[in-house]
């Protein structure tokens, strides 16, 4: 218990710090002053970087690929805090109180809430396009895979809607560019066992108050935002009675409009500060949550298990002999953040302490929307296997491991490494 307190007394000696100086110097503040979409965390759609791909050893050939994917950009269930945003600068457009800044997000918003169409969670026209384009770069990345190995693939997906569309327009991207692929999709409860098993309700609960306290702690200065959408800002409480609650669901707006394809740049009208203490709310949340932290992480990774065995038993099957090119699994953002944190895999594994976390850690690198692990295995004609790991299609080492030339590792290493992970 005196451990639990220290660490709600630390949160809320860290926010007010926040509060005070703006954005200080994280891993988050920066990758957020490189890109201000990757505010949203894990509603920050795909970024397609350039990759590069390490000569493997001598004699070596990929020949089968394991993968997991989490469902492409979606609507988010901000609905109704677009619809206080709009009514409230409706109100003050109808006397004349709204700067330039106030209609231009008025105009924002009713964009928003009309491509929204009132479907929560539904996969946009960028969610699909996010995965037909990683098949097809996948597929030319690693084309002899599919053309001299077996033709078949097996893909599997949560039963949640915008991931079967997600797996749908992967599946078809592969299908136009190699016709005589055999592929067969699935989707079931047996399958969520492990596509779809997140924290649990345990973690949710002792996780709660330390994350309530990182979003109660420390409200940031909300005078700008008065100044910066209406014209007699003194007045403006008349339209919103709280100007920190305005700033988060703008915040909401922001996140969401990445997926819609539009260009408005919200994150614009708020103060540098409150993008940073939203953002990082998020970004803790999912770092408790659901990757390995010093408090809860001995409790989160091994619920990846059901994850990592499956991925294990279906490449022995391919490695003993069974015709699959590739598996590939579609889910959500928990379970691949899980099983990246259970694979050890450096940047998305580390302990940290919630401290440490809030300077060194971003889950926009790990989780954004279409998100994925590629599991790349190679052979030689001893028939000796070794594998490489791409997270969001980059080589990932696991510092736990002494690969044979990085970033390639023997399957067997792996499988005995995996099987005394905790």
Same mark, same amino acid.
């Given at each position: 218990?005196?451990?639990?307190?220290?660490?709600?007394?630390?949160?809320?000696?860290?926010?007010?710090?926040?509060?005070?100086?703006?954005?200080?110097?994280?891993?988050?503040?920066?990758?957020?002053?490189?890109?201000?979409?990757?505010?949203?965390?894990?509603?920050?759609?795909?970024?397609?970087?350039?990759? =590069?791909?390490?000569? @493997?050893?001598?004699?070596?050939?990929?020949?089968?690929?394991?993968?997991?994917?989490?469902?492409?950009?979606?609507?988010?269930?901000?609905?109704?805090?677009?619809?206080?945003?709009?009514?409230?600068?409706?109100?003050?457009?109808?006397?004349?109180?709204?700067?330039?800044?106030?209609?231009?997000?008025?105009?924002?918003?009713?964009?928003?809430?009309?491509?929204?169409?009132?479907?929560?969670?539904?996969?946009?026209?960028?969610?699909?396009?996010?995965?037909?384009?990683?098949?097809?770069?996948?597929?030319?990345?690693?084309? $002899?895979?599919?053309?001299?190995?077996?033709?078949?693939?097996?893909?599997?997906?949560?039963?949640?809607?915008?991931?079967?569309?997600?797996?749908?327009?992967?599946?078809?991207?592969?299908?136009?560019?190699?016709?005589?692929?055999?592929?067969?999709?699935?989707?079931?409860?047996?399958?969520?066992?492990?596509?779809?098993?997140?924290?649990?309700?345990?973690?949710?609960?002792?996780?709660?108050?330390?994350?309530?306290?990182?979003?109660?702690?420390?409200?940031?200065?909300?005078?700008?935002?008065?100044?910066?959408?209406?014209?007699?800002?003194?007045?403006?409480?008349?339209?919103? $009675?709280?100007?920190?609650?305005?700033?988060?669901?703008?915040?909401?707006?922001?996140?969401?409009?990445?997926?819609?394809?539009?260009?408005?740049?919200?994150?614009?009208?708020?103060?540098?500060? #409150?993008?940073?203490?939203?953002?990082?709310?998020?970004?803790?949340?999912?770092?408790?949550?659901?990757?390995?932290?010093?408090?809860?992480?001995?409790?989160?990774?091994?619920?990846?298990?059901?994850? @990592?065995?499956?991925?294990?038993?279906?490449?022995?099957?391919?490695?003993?002999?069974?015709?699959?090119?590739?598996?590939?699994?579609?889910? =959500?953002?928990?379970?691949?953040?899980?099983?990246?944190?259970?694979?050890?895999?450096?940047?998305?594994?580390?302990?940290?302490?919630?401290?440490?976390?809030?300077?060194?850690?971003?889950?926009?690198?790990?989780?954004?929307?279409?998100?994925? *692990?590629?599991?790349?295995?190679?052979?030689?004609?001893?028939?000796?296997?070794?594998?490489?790991? *791409?997270?969001?299609?980059?080589?990932?080492?696991?510092?736990?491991?002494?690969? #044979?030339?990085?970033?390639?590792?023997?399957?067997?290493?792996?499988?005995?490494?995996?099987?005394?992970?905790?």
């Amino acid at each position: 218990m005196k451990r639990f307190i220290i660490t709600l007394l630390y949160l809320a000696a860290a926010a007010l710090t926040l509060s005070a100086q703006g954005m200080p110097e994280s891993a988050l503040s920066s990758d957020i002053r490189e890109c201000p979409g990757r505010a949203g965390i894990n509603l920050h759609a795909y970024e397609f970087l350039p990759f =590069h791909d390490t000569p @493997a050893p001598r004699g070596y050939k990929p020949f089968y690929i394991s993968h997991y994917g989490r469902h492409g950009s979606r609507s988010t269930d901000g609905l109704p805090r677009f619809r206080r945003i709009k009514d409230a600068l409706e109100a003050a457009q109808a006397e004349g109180q709204l700067t330039p800044q106030g209609e231009y997000l008025l105009g924002a918003c009713l964009k928003a809430i009309d491509i929204h169409g009132g479907m929560d969670g539904r996969l946009t026209p960028r969610g699909r396009m996010e995965h037909a384009s990683l098949a097809e770069r996948m597929y030319k990345r690693f084309p $002899a895979v599919f053309r001299k190995g077996s033709k078949k693939v097996f893909a599997v997906s949560s039963m949640v809607p915008r991931c079967i569309i997600s797996m749908n327009a992967f599946t078809n991207r592969l299908q136009r560019l190699q016709k005589d692929l055999d592929i067969d999709l699935e989707t079931g409860e047996e399958y969520a066992k492990y596509l779809t098993r997140a924290e649990g309700s345990e973690i949710k609960e002792l996780t709660k108050p330390v994350i309530d306290s990182l979003y109660e702690s420390s409200v940031p200065d909300t005078t700008a935002i008065r100044y910066t959408l209406f014209k007699n800002p003194e007045e403006s409480g008349r339209y919103f $009675a709280s100007a920190y609650k305005l700033e988060r669901y703008i915040f909401a707006l922001a996140n969401t409009i990445e997926a819609f394809d539009m260009e408005e740049d919200i994150y614009s009208l708020l103060d540098e500060s #409150v993008i940073y203490k939203l953002a990082q709310q998020r970004n803790m949340d999912i770092y408790l949550r659901q990757a390995n932290s010093s408090r809860f992480g001995a409790m989160r990774i091994p619920r990846a298990q059901l994850l @990592a065995d499956d991925i294990i038993t279906r490449a022995d099957e391919v490695i003993a002999g069974a015709p699959r090119a590739a598996d590939l699994r579609f889910g =959500h953002d928990w379970p691949l953040m899980g099983i990246l944190a259970f694979l050890g895999l450096e940047g998305a594994s580390e302990r940290m302490t919630i401290g440490e976390a809030m300077a060194n850690w971003d889950a926009s690198r790990y989780v954004p929307f279409a998100g994925n *692990l590629q599991i790349v295995f190679y052979r030689n004609r001893k028939d000796d296997v070794i594998v490489k790991f *791409l997270m969001n299609e980059k080589e990932t080492l696991i510092p736990a491991l002494t690969p #044979v030339k990085a970033p390639y590792y023997r399957w067997d290493d792996v499988k005995e490494y995996l099987a005394n992970r905790n």
